[in-house]
């Protein structure tokens, strides 16, 4: 089986847009002008309406159906489908699980201590003593203990940890409706990583993200189709651990590694 040289980074990109410049400028600028990234306030003002509206949910159900790039050694991507499903409840309390042909993962947190559990083959792993956020643990888990979250932006968004003013450009790319629902499509940059987001027009909440990385030349993409359930109450009973018999191992944060591999070198 080829080897995979890269894949997306699920929990740290946003996605990408559709034009660097509006096709009237691009007709009109001379070949040798390089073109002028747009940023629109409108759409700075549409991210900003739905991070407001993800803030103010005080529980929610998603279920995301995904799709993510790899790129083999010789730069060829394949995409792999999977499910991503999140029930969660105020700001400090989540369940997540992750599914795909090549694993299948939960994550539970509690505001203190975050299990890792492969139903699978039967192992845990639990990080204790984080006392923090949802948005502070989602903001550095990649950092601090090597944990990737899928769709971890929708936590940030709205907050200080996502600025608008970082920006490069932004735009309306145009309307289509997803599963009935209208929603407007919109195209982000960042330095490192391209966006589009469609926002319902009703809820004012994302049904559709592309991601796209810059750190691989062959550009990956990570695509997820969300669905929302803001009603139905979720209950901290659903959001806890049971071990029923599965073993548990240690934790070892990606820092700790570092840590220790780099004192036996020395």
């Excluded at 992750?98 to 509690?110: G, K, T």
């Excluded at 790319?173 to 330095?191: K, M, Q, S």
Aim: proline share 7%; aromatic share 10%; net charge negative.
């Amino acid at each position: 089986m080829p080897h995979l040289r890269s894949g997306l980074l699920v929990a740290a990109m946003l996605a990408a847009p559709l034009f660097a410049t509006p096709p009237c400028a691009a007709q009109t600028a001379p070949a040798s002008t390089a073109p002028v990234p747009v940023v629109d306030p409108d759409a700075i003002r549409a991210v900003e309406r739905m991070g407001k509206a993800l803030r103010a949910l005080p529980h929610f159900t998603l279920s995301a159906d995904t799709i993510t790039d790899y790129v083999l050694d010789d730069g060829q991507k394949v995409s792999l489908s999977g499910t991503v499903d999140y029930k969660v409840l105020g700001a400090d309390r989540f369940f997540v699980e992750i599914r795909s042909e090549q694993q299948h993962r939960q994550l539970f947190y509690d505001g203190h201590a975050l299990t890792i559990y492969s139903p699978r083959l039967k192992y845990y792993a639990t990080l204790d003593g984080l006392d923090r956020s949802t948005q502070a643990l989602l903001a550095d888990s990649a950092a601090a203990y090597g944990v990737e979250f899928p769709l971890a932006d929708l936590f940030l968004w709205g907050t200080a940890a996502f600025p608008t003013d970082r920006f490069q450009s932004a735009l309306e790319v145009g309307t289509t409706r997803i599963d009935g629902d209208p929603t407007h499509h919109y195209a982000y940059r960042l330095p490192g990583v391209d966006w589009q987001v469609w926002v319902s027009d009703t809820t004012q909440l994302p049904r559709r993200l592309v991601i796209t990385s810059h750190n691989d030349p062959a550009l990956p993409d990570y695509q997820a189709t969300l669905r929302w359930d803001t009603r139905r109450a979720v209950t901290a009973a659903e959001l806890t651990f049971r071990p029923d018999g599965a073993t548990r191992i240690v934790f070892v944060p990606v820092d700790a590694d570092a840590q220790a591999s780099t004192q036996g070198g020395e």
